[in-house]
Structures are given as structure tokens and as C-alpha cells.
């Protein structure tokens, strides 16, 4: 018996000898007093029991089958569950195995069975809280993610995020190698779909700043903008960096969730290829995420801006660089020789620099003045050497040394007479002109 138990014992005795009111009672006990009067019949009838609820040590008429508990016990088990946590186990069984068990129940079934093991509680770092943006497309956090997302059943992938940060709304696409190519095509994605957002929010990889080198002797001077950022700047999208991994936690959390549930529910599905990889997350995980994850924005208003005639995606979302027209209009643009055409000559062309654009799509574009010049690649011509010149034909071996040159070295290397310290010392006012 507990001691609240005991207390309201002792009020309904004194209500019994008629000592308080059963409306007393029923106030101190926070009752009405038609259930004191119940309290009052059961305590005659079955003494100081009568506090005690009626169900204690029973087994509750929602338990668990033993036959339900043991098929949850066994599928759980498996290799392909390994590392499932309460709550994923639990959406799992309900959609896969039509078996429905609470998140709670499920828990201590799987700690009792070993499957799980609690967490404890530790002290860590707090990082100072940031409320989120208000309208959705304000901001929007933009990052990487390394793991091994096959398990090793296939090749290595990166999971590229961008979440908003009003609502936590997420688009991801795998890719095999975290380039700017790549990123440039999951951000031509988020545009077509979504539209322009205010800024992006990402880290400072070399991707989105261009690193300062040692040799860079001013240090005010602004650095030029990587391929991603000059894009950015072309779209009217801004940037910012962040300084810190906690200041972007909200995409380093979705990481972490993805580590979890993407891996196993990739496991689940047999994945094994990047294709398949794709397949699942823009079929089950990226809904899955929006429907239950997103929250409602703070402004209801859509922060995101149209895109127009004046943006072309295919230009901006391209590597660019400048190149210079040679007198003969050509130019040459990664190891490749291009001639610009005859019609499109112009005044002021030839010694101008041209904007050259190495598209997504594999394709070259060359713009001068807000125009773009219709050219061709030259081909290399092969190179002809000269009759006569060393390169005409294969080099010739040197001719043997002749007998007047072997002569002439023997000469050189025979012993001659005194050594030359030694004739230094002759007095020549007492010698003959000729040495013997």
C-alpha cells in the first residue's frame, strides 16, 4: 500500500465514524461524493483494500500476445535489422510484417531480448540556440555527407543535403564524387523546383570559397569567386559561410538521421548500385522525410523568387572561363584549338576575351558581348619535319673515329720530357736553345 493509499484510508475512516462529512471527504480527497460513498460500501464489505485499485498484479487486457511478442523477437533479429533503434523497428513492423506494436512496448520487448540498449544521459557542449528563419526560402543549408551509405555492397557515394531552414523541408540526391559539377547539378534541381532562394547557408569548402595561397601578398584584396559562387552570383542568390559545424546543426542533424534510418532502410531494399541508391531516396526516404519531419513556418509567405528569361540556368550553372582571340580568331580552351566562324566576325573581336562556357551537358558555348559566336574545333595538323633535318628520319649513329684522330689522341696522351716546374728552374743564360 502506498502512502497515498494510507492517507486516503485514513479520511475514509474518519467518514465511516462519521467524524467529517462525506462532502469533506470528498474535497480532501478531490472525489465526488458519490464515488466516497462507493469507497465507503467497498471498505465495510473488504476492509482497508478497498483502496486499492482493483487491477495491481494483473495482467492488462492490452498486453502483448506471447505469440506476437515472440514473432517480433525473431524478425528483429535478423541480420538486415541489425541496429535498429525502437521507433524505426516499430514503423517497420507495422508496414512490412502487418504487426502492430507501440514504440514503448516495443523498447523494452527488444531490452529485454538484448536486441537494444538504453542510452545514457550525459553532459555536453551547448551551443547557443538560433531561432529558425521565419518565411520558407530565406535560407537554406547546403552541405556534404562521407558515409559508407552501401555498407559495402557497392560503390562509395556522397549525400548531398540542402534543407530549408523555416522548415526543414529537404531535397538529396547521391552522387559519386563531391564535385562542382555535382553540386551544381542537385542546385539546377532546387531552382527548376522550388525556385530562387534569398541565400544558401554552407561550409567554407573549396567548393563555395576559394582558399587564399601562401604566396597571396594582399591580403585586402577580394579573392575571386569559385564556379558555384560566380553562379550564385549570377542568379541574385546570396551566401554565407559558416563558421562552425554546430552553426549549421540542423543539416548536421539530417545527416545523422540519414545515417541511421537511409542506411538501413537502403539495407532493407537490397541496394547495391547508385542508381538504385537515387531511386530509393526520391521514392521513400525524401517523402517519408517531408511528410513527417517538415515543420510549419513561422511566416507563411514563400520566400522563394521566380525564375525569368534574364536567368539561364545553362549558362550560369556551367565552368567558365575567359579565353583571348588570337588574330586569326581562335582560341584555345583545355588543350583544344577552336576557330570562330567566318559570319561571325565583328569589329573589336579580334585581341578581345570571350566568355567560355564548358556546360553540364558536355556542350561549349563562347559569348562576346552578351551574344554567343557559332565556332568549330581546328584539327591538329600533323607535324612534317624538314628532308635533311635531324627529325626527317631516324637519328644516325656517329661515325667511327678515323685513324688521324686516333693518332692525334695517342700524341696527347704520350709522356713528354721534364715536368714544367722543373724547366722553370733551368737558367737558360747557361744552356743551349735546345734541350737535350
Not at 227 to 238: K, T
Not at 299 to 310: F, I, K, M, Q, V
Request: proline fraction near 6%; hydrophobic fraction near 35%.
Amino acid at each position: 500500500m502506498t502512502q497515498r493509499e494510507r492517507d486516503r484510508l485514513v479520511v475514509l475512516r474518519k467518514a465511516l465514524k462519521r467524524l467529517i462529512r462525506q462532502r469533506q471527504a470528498a474535497e480532501e480527497l478531490k472525489l465526488s461524493e458519490r464515488q466516497v460513498r462507493r469507497l465507503l460500501v467497498k471498505l465495510k464489505e473488504t476492509g482497508d483494500g478497498a483502496v486499492i485499485h482493483g487491477l495491481r498484479g494483473r495482467r492488462s487486457n492490452r498486453r502483448l500476445a506471447e505469440q506476437a511478442r515472440e514473432k517480433a523477437v525473431r524478425i528483429l533479429s535478423q541480420e538486415v535489422y541489425r541496429g535498429f533503434g525502437p521507433t524505426l523497428a516499430s514503423e517497420y513492423l507495422a508496414s512490412k510484417h502487418k504487426l502492430r506494436i507501440g514504440r514503448e512496448a516495443l523498447r523494452q520487448l527488444m531490452l529485454g531480448a538484448g536486441l537494444w540498449r538504453g542510452r545514457s544521459q550525459r553532459n555536453v557542449e551547448v551551443h547557443e540556440w538560433r531561432a529558425r528563419r521565419g518565411p520558407r526560402g530565406d535560407l537554406v543549408q547546403w552541405d556534404t555527407c562521407e558515409h559508407d551509405w552501401l555498407e559495402g555492397r557497392g560503390e562509395k557515394l556522397y549525400l548531398i543535403h540542402m534543407i530549408d531552414d523555416a522548415t526543414s523541408e529537404l531535397t538529396a540526391r547521391f552522387v559519386r564524387h563531391d564535385s562542382t559539377e555535382e553540386n551544381m547539378r542537385l542546385l539546377w534541381s532546387y531552382l527548376e523546383c522550388h525556385g530562387r532562394p534569398v541565400a544558401f547557408y554552407t561550409d567554407k569548402a573549396s567548393i563555395f570559397q576559394t582558399a587564399p595561397k601562401k604566396n597571396h601578398l594582399l591580403p585586402d584584396e577580394p579573392l575571386p569567386p569559385t564556379q558555384i559562387g560566380r553562379a550564385l552570383r549570377e542568379l541574385g542568390i546570396g551566401w554565407t559561410p559558416a563558421h562552425s559545424p554546430q552553426a549549421k546543426g540542423r543539416i548536421e542533424r539530417s545527416f545523422l538521421t540519414a545515417q541511421d534510418r537511409l542506411v538501413k532502410g537502403l539495407r532493407l531494399a537490397g541496394v547495391t548500385t547508385w542508381e538504385g541508391a537515387n531511386q530509393y531516396l526520391e521514392q521513400e526516404f525524401v517523402p517519408w522525410w517531408n511528410q513527417h519531419l517538415v515543420v510549419v513556418a513561422a511566416n507563411p509567405t514563400d520566400a522563394h523568387r521566380p525564375l525569368d528569361t534574364s536567368h539561364d540556368l545553362a549558362a550560369a550553372l556551367s565552368h567558365v572561363e575567359a579565353r583571348q582571340i588570337a588574330n586569326d580568331y581562335t582560341f584555345r580552351f583545355q588543350g583544344h584549338l577552336y576557330q570562330i566562324a567566318k559570319e561571325e566576325v565583328r569589329p573589336g573581336l579580334r585581341g578581345a576575351a570571350v566568355r567560355v562556357e564548358a556546360r553540364l551537358d558536355g556542350s561549349l558555348a563562347v559569348r562576346f558581348q552578351e551574344q554567343y559566336l557559332k565556332f568549330q574545333e581546328c584539327q591538329p595538323q600533323p607535324k612534317v619535319s624538314r628532308p635533311g633535318s635531324p627529325s626527317a628520319g631516324r637519328r644516325k649513329a656517329p661515325p667511327p673515329p678515323s685513324p688521324a684522330w686516333r693518332q692525334g689522341q695517342n700524341g696527347i696522351a704520350r709522356r713528354g720530357g721534364i715536368p714544367l716546374w722543373k724547366a722553370a728552374e733551368i737558367n737558360r743564360t747557361r744552356t743551349p736553345d735546345v734541350l737535350e
